[in-house]
Nanobody, 115 residues
Framework: QVQLVESGGGLVQPGGSLRLSCAASGSVFSLYTMNWYRQAPRKLRELVARITDTGNIVYADSVKGRFTISRDNAKKMVYLQMNSLKPEDTAVYLC?????????WGQGTQVAVST
């Protein structure tokens, strides 16, 4: 069992930056693939970034070059550094942990990019 708590969301102007954090507790964190998803109103939930237990990283095309995912296994944390934010990045951002057939979700943190 893994519990996930996201933080770091907020309101930011276009071009600004935010750093999201996801704190995990429970089972062996280092063995999980960690994902950041986002869900905007009236849109499907989409994968933003993924970091595997071996450190392989994948980004959605829409965030490549702007977002950076990282993890600290000792602290059981995963981060999403978001730079050059755009209005279309506005969404609830959710942390997700996956290992084999098990998946866990946090409650999400709201990111709003607006003037």
């Amino acid at each position: 069992q893994v519990q996930l708590v996201e933080s770091g969301g907020g309101l930011v102007q276009p071009g600004g930056s935010l750093r999201l954090s996801c704190a995990a507790s429970g089972s062996v964190f280092s063995l999980y693939t960690m994902n950041w998803y986002r869900q905007a109103p009236r849109k499907l939930r989409e994968l933003v970034a993924r970091i595997t237990d071996t450190g392989n990283i994948v980004y959605a095309d829409s965030v490549k070059g702007r977002f950076t995912i990282s993890r600290d296994n000792a602290k059981k944390m995963v981060y999403l550094q978001m730079n050059s934010l755009k209005p279309e990045d506005t969404a609830v951002y959710l942390c997700n942990a996956v290992r084999a057939a098990n998946g866990y979700w946090g409650q999400g943190t709201q990111v709003a990019v607006s003037t």
